[in-house]
């Protein structure tokens, strides 16, 4: 029924997202685009923080039973939860590539970016209806599809960022997307924990109430402060979405292939991405459930960690964007990948709260600063004269999603064969490791001309 209810919206919405008075030719750097822009990171960055970082994975193995009889086999609820991020992520994997080729064809990258944020955003107030183990599926399936209109978005979001700015601002146009998402989703993240802590003040005496109040919350958060990007960032081609749109989106697909095939430097870049990318998001998604599991961590004191990993990604997205201004890019990368390194083998020996917070210190430091830096230098690797490029985002995004089926599978399979938390996360450590071999061989000077279909 939920899948029904988010088609049924998606279509309702459909006749008002096409419509557009005409193709803006959009000045570069203007102050008010970028704050537009970085806006939507503000809304949409609050899914991510509170949702599927700071409250929803605790309070899903927390008010399910440890062990879930799905389909016959038996999983820990931790596993089962990491297999629910898996299967988000691969659906994401099988239809963003095609949809960025559609948006790049019919020039239709709001189309898309509304669709996925109104979808997603009711999909996450549907949260509000997952209760206990009796509720598990509607919990899992309005998770699943809230995810998907999360990630799903970002690739068009992504996608304006050579729009609206010139190259040598890429980096700090950049970290103010991450630094507005993270204030933002602080700021959510404090009025849900002011609802955790002190229900009394609110009347409520559920025990579950405070936190799928707070799924409500993110949802009309997500979709509310989303309508200044929608306002302001350049809008579609004007009319209906073109016929044969899914053959000509296949079609950029290859073109952007072949692009990325012929210039070695990218094509190194994005496979030591994959790799290290799938280590981060596995930690965004699971670290709060190692913090209840193997710490038995309070929702609320799980939440301060969070608030400590977001208040430090915003000093690390501006201190690795300076450091790569006066190193390179490259440089700040390996720094980071050494620093994941050394933080996933000492999450292995963690034992009190202490230690955890400073860890999760640590851990907002290169968060912060690995996702801001790795969007744009996939930017400034990209030729400047393929003009329309969200096809091109779409392998960064693909990536990005196959990366996160692949880090949290492997999390939850180890924690499946094991029942041991610590195994999956030193796991997670070998992804880093991959990682920083193959960034050795990447340069991000700009030495050759791509092929690129016509």
């Not at 209810?5 to 685009?33: A, C, G, S």
Request: some cysteine.
């Amino acid at each position: 029924m939920l899948l029904i209810y988010f088609i049924w919206v998606t279509l309702y919405y459909l006749p008002t997202l096409v419509v557009m008075e005409h193709l803006m030719i959009v000045e570069k750097n203007n102050k008010k685009t970028i704050r537009s822009w970085a806006m939507f990171d503000w809304a949409n960055s609050v899914y991510f923080l509170v949702i599927s970082t700071a409250v929803f994975p605790p309070y899903f193995t927390r008010y399910t039973d440890d062990t879930l009889s799905i389909f016959g086999v038996s999983f820990t609820n931790s596993a089962f939860y990491s297999f629910i991020v898996s299967a988000a992520y691969l659906i994401l994997a099988l239809l963003m590539p095609l949809l960025s080729g559609m948006a790049d064809y019919g020039n239709k990258k709001m189309y898309f970016l509304k669709i996925f944020t109104i979808g997603g955003g009711l999909a996450c107030m549907m949260m509000y209806f997952f209760v206990d183990t009796a509720s598990v599926w509607i919990g899992s399936i309005a998770f699943l599809v809230a995810t998907l209109g999360a990630a799903g978005g970002l690739v068009f979001y992504n996608a304006y960022l050579p729009q609206i700015t010139d190259e040598e601002q890429y980096d700090f146009v950049s970290a103010k997307g991450y630094t507005y998402g993270y204030v933002g989703s602080v700021i959510c993240l404090m009025m849900i924990l002011v609802l955790v802590l002190k229900p009394e003040l609110f009347g409520i005496t559920s025990e579950t109430l405070p936190m799928r109040i707070g799924f409500v919350i993110v949802g009309l958060w997500w979709i509310g402060f989303a309508q200044l990007a929608f306002r302001n960032l350049p809008p579609d081609a004007t009319g209906k979405l073109p016929k044969g749109l899914v053959k000509k989106g296949i079609g950029q697909l290859r073109n952007a292939y072949a692009y990325v095939k012929s210039n070695r430097n990218i094509g190194r870049f994005l496979l030591s991405y994959f790799f290290y990318i799938a280590g981060v998001n596995t930690v965004i998604y699971c670290a709060t459930i190692f913090g209840e599991v193997e710490l038995n961590l309070k929702t609320s004191e799980l939440i301060i960690t969070v608030l400590i990993i977001q208040i430090v990604a915003i000093a690390g997205a501006y201190l690795f964007a300076w450091v790569s201004k006066l190193r390179g890019n490259k440089f700040s990368l390996m720094a980071m990948l050494i620093i994941w390194i050394v933080l996933c083998g000492a999450a292995y020996y963690t034992t009190g709260k202490l230690y955890f917070y400073t860890l999760s210190a640590f851990v907002g430091m290169v968060i912060g600063g690995i996702q801001s830096l790795s969007r744009s230098s996939y930017s400034k690797m990209l030729d400047e004269d393929l003009g329309e490029v969200t096809s091109f985002y779409s392998f960064y995004d693909f990536l990005t999603k196959i990366a996160v089926v692949a880090g949290t599978f492997i999390y939850g399979l180890v924690d499946f064969i094991t029942g041991n938390l610590r195994y999956s996360i030193l796991s997670i450590g070998l992804f880093f490791v991959i990682a920083i071999v193959i960034m050795l061989g990447v340069s991000f000077e700009k030495k050759e001309k791509p092929y690129l279909a016509v």
